[in-house]
């Protein structure tokens, strides 16, 4: 009997709602559901968030992954991550830099989208950010410079003096960006990247964006050379 009252009180629920959902727009159904909803979908994107790691992780131990790559917030619909890796991939065999192996690969991600006004979705993403760069699943992120602003503030980046050689920093010289970190420092964490011809050729960004080397990186030489090939005509 029990069973039976909660199966009814689940089909008066379901009918109810959707009662409310008949009477309204398409556009208005979807910010409804997504309002009224939103705790439990908040929650399912981090679930899969957390997930998305462990996968990382667990490939992570079948395949050598030489490099990391997160292009945040770029043009996602338009870019083929895929190509740009295919790019990249040629660009270090035709330079002599490194061939790869049968079980080492690339990895270029530009899935991961920040909005301030999307704080639900925003939180989600910066979790997952949060989780493969302490995972140190992460070796070079691009951003806009408002995001990059922020994770720099949180002494996230490295001081390119550290990654780049006298040649590079001297023609780069008007590329680097000096941003400050937890201590106050201003130090050279970034390059401009915006007009970079690789990143105009793909249309990865529309707007301005830096790039930048996470601090506990352990691939310093296909950093530098990611760089070297954005830059390259």
Same mark, same amino acid.
């Given at each position: 009997?029990?069973?039976?009252? &909660?199966?009814?009180?689940?089909?008066?629920?379901?009918? =109810?709602?959707?009662?409310? $959902?008949?009477?309204?727009?398409?556009?208005?159904?979807?910010?409804?559901?997504?309002?009224?909803?939103?705790?439990?979908?908040?929650?399912?994107?981090?679930?899969?968030?957390?997930?998305?790691?462990?996968?990382?992780?667990?490939?992570?131990?079948?395949?050598?992954?030489?490099?990391?790559?997160?292009?945040?917030?770029?043009?996602?619909?338009?870019?083929?991550?895929? *190509?740009?890796? @295919?790019?990249? *991939? =040629?660009?270090?065999?035709? *330079?002599?830099?490194?061939?790869?192996?049968?079980?080492? +690969?690339?990895?270029?991600?530009? #899935?991961?989208?920040?909005?301030? @006004?999307?704080?639900? *979705?925003?939180?989600?993403?910066?979790?997952?950010?949060?989780?493969?760069?302490?995972?140190?699943?992460?070796? $070079?992120?691009?951003?806009?410079?408002?995001?990059?602003?922020?994770?720099?503030?949180?002494?996230?980046?490295?001081?390119?003096? +550290?990654? &780049?050689?006298?040649?590079? &920093? =001297?023609?780069?010289?008007?590329?680097?960006?000096?941003?400050?970190?937890?201590?106050?420092?201003?130090?050279?964490?970034?390059?401009?990247?915006?007009?970079?011809?690789?990143?105009?050729?793909?249309?990865?960004? #529309?707007?301005?964006?830096?790039?930048?080397?996470?601090?506990? #990186? +352990?691939?310093?030489? $296909?950093?530098?050379?990611?760089?070297?090939?954005?830059?390259?005509?």
């Amino acid at each position: 009997m029990d069973d039976r009252k &909660l199966k009814d009180r689940v089909r008066d629920k379901i009918r =109810e709602e959707w009662g409310k $959902l008949r009477l309204l727009s398409w556009k208005a159904r979807l910010a409804y559901v997504w309002d009224y909803y939103k705790p439990l979908m908040v929650g399912i994107i981090a679930v899969i968030a957390v997930i998305n790691v462990g996968i990382t992780v667990f490939h992570n131990m079948q395949i050598d992954t030489l490099l990391y790559v997160y292009m945040v917030n770029c043009n996602a619909y338009y870019v083929d991550a895929q *190509t740009l890796t @295919d790019d990249y *991939t =040629e660009y270090l065999a035709e *330079t002599g830099t490194k061939e790869l192996g049968e079980k080492e +690969e690339i990895e270029i991600d530009t #899935s991961i989208l920040l909005d301030e @006004d999307d704080y639900s *979705t925003n939180y989600a993403y910066q979790m997952k950010f949060t989780a493969v760069i302490s995972a140190k699943l992460c070796d $070079l992120a691009l951003m806009d410079v408002e995001y990059f602003t922020e994770y720099a503030g949180w002494s996230y980046f490295l001081d390119l003096r +550290e990654l &780049l050689t006298d040649e590079q &920093l =001297e023609k780069w010289a008007d590329r680097i960006v000096y941003l400050e970190n937890e201590e106050g420092e201003s130090i050279p964490c970034a390059l401009d990247l915006t007009d970079a011809p690789k990143i105009e050729e793909y249309a990865v960004y #529309s707007d301005t964006v830096y790039g930048g080397v996470v601090v506990n #990186s +352990e691939n310093m030489e $296909l950093c530098s050379s990611f760089f070297e090939w954005l830059l390259s005509e």
